[in-house]
Each structure stands twice: as structure tokens, then as C-alpha cells.
């Protein structure tokens, strides 16, 4: 079953959580630098010139949206077990679909919601915008 481990946890065998869709994981932003230069339609791109050549990023975002299996009744214990385990916690994410690499950052509960039959929650990371190779041999976006 595809899912995400959030530290030591695996979003289906710890919790039974099946992913409704693959994870949103979005490209970090470069961080940019220009100046407009007055009275022309000139901007000067200072983006690379003070981190020698180098690109820097801000922060990516990762969404997961996942259905909760088991009875009506172990929803709120399910609930609170998860907010306990990841809620405002720091950590590495790894996807199951790309089990070599991890993303590390702080992970928030962001939604639940239920009916009588199911019940979905969102899980979301602002993440470091590079992932980790896992066997430490580097980093990639």
C-alpha cells in the first residue's frame, strides 16, 4: 500500500491511512534579487552574485490527503494519536514512491473531517527545498 512514513510512522501500517492521491509536493521557489534600475526599463538580477553563482530556494510545501479506514468509533482516537505523533513536530518525510530520498521540516495536522462512512485528513509540511538521498550520498530538488 502506497503511503508516506512522517518519521517512524507509515501512514497506512501504523494508522491504516490510504492516500487519496499521490502527495502535492510543490518545487521550492528561487529566492530572486533585481533591481530596478530608474528612468529605464532595465533590471539588474542580483539572484547568484552574493551566493557565488549559487540559487538559493525558499521552503516547499507538502500536502497529503488520506481516507481513514476502520469503524466510526476509533476515529477520534485515530485523530488524536496522530495529533500527538506529528502535530507541530519536525521530522523526515519519506514517499513511498520514492523511498531514496527524505524531505525534512515541520509537519501539521491541517483538516479532518468525517461523515457517517468515511473519514478524510490532511497532513502538510513546509519542508527544507531539497530532498535528502537517504544513503547521505546527497542532496537534489
Known sequence: MHGVTFGTKHSYTTWGL????????SPPKPKTKLIQVPGTNT??????SLTGGEVKYEPRQIRCEFCVIGGRS??????SYILNTLHGKRMQIIMDDDPDYYYEGRVAVDQ???DE??????????????????DGSGVSL
Open 43 to 48: 533590471v539588474i538580477d542580483l539572484t547568484e
Open 74 to 79: 476509533n476515529w477520534p482516537s485515530v485523530y
Open 112 to 114: 479532518w473531517e468525517s
Open 117 to 134: 462512512v468515511t473519514a478524510t485528513i490532511v497532513i502538510t509540511a513546509e519542508v527544507n527545498p531539497y530532498k535528502t538521498a537517504t
Open 18 to 25: 490510504w492516500l487519496k492521491s499521490r502527495p502535492e509536493i
